[in-house]
């Protein structure tokens, strides 16, 4: 059985900072790649960041680069999202996402559809 569980959302005013958490459950976390995604109302859920296993190689969505930072402790079997300058456009739920690791990853890496595990999101609320 796997869990993810995510933790660490809330209300903020823009250019605030928040770090997420998902605590993952069930699996060989040490091979896993983690991603965050975020769903906005009327929206559909967009790809934020991920990181693989060894933790060297991440990715970004534009929107998220320069601001975010996603890194992972594989001892605690968590993954992070740090997030600073915050905008009400950040506004979202927020999920974390498991997908085995694979050696060439390509652009699949950003699509939801890779991924296999899901939490149940945590929701960051932005004001301005």
């Known amino acids: 059985q796997v869990h993810l569980v995510e933790s660490g959302g809330g209300l903020l005013q823009a250019g605030g900072s928040l770090r997420l958490s998902c605590a993952a459950s069930g699996l060989s976390f040490s091979w896993v790649t983690m991603g965050w995604f975020r769903q906005a109302p009327g929206k559909e859920r967009e790809f934020v960041a991920a990181i693989k296993w060894s933790g060297g190689d991440t990715y970004y969505a534009d929107s998220a680069a320069g601001r975010f930072a996603i890194s992972r402790d594989n001892a605690k079997n968590t993954v992070y999202l740090q997030m600073s300058s915050l905008k009400p456009e950040d506004t979202a739920v927020y999920f974390c996402?498991?997908?085995?690791?694979?050696?060439?990853?390509?652009?699949?890496?950003?699509?939801?559809?890779?991924?296999?595990?899901w939490g149940q999101g945590t929701q960051v609320t932005v004001s301005s």
């Open positions: 996402a498991g997908a085995r690791d694979r050696r060439n990853w390509g652009p699949a890496l950003r699509s939801p559809n890779e991924y296999t595990y």
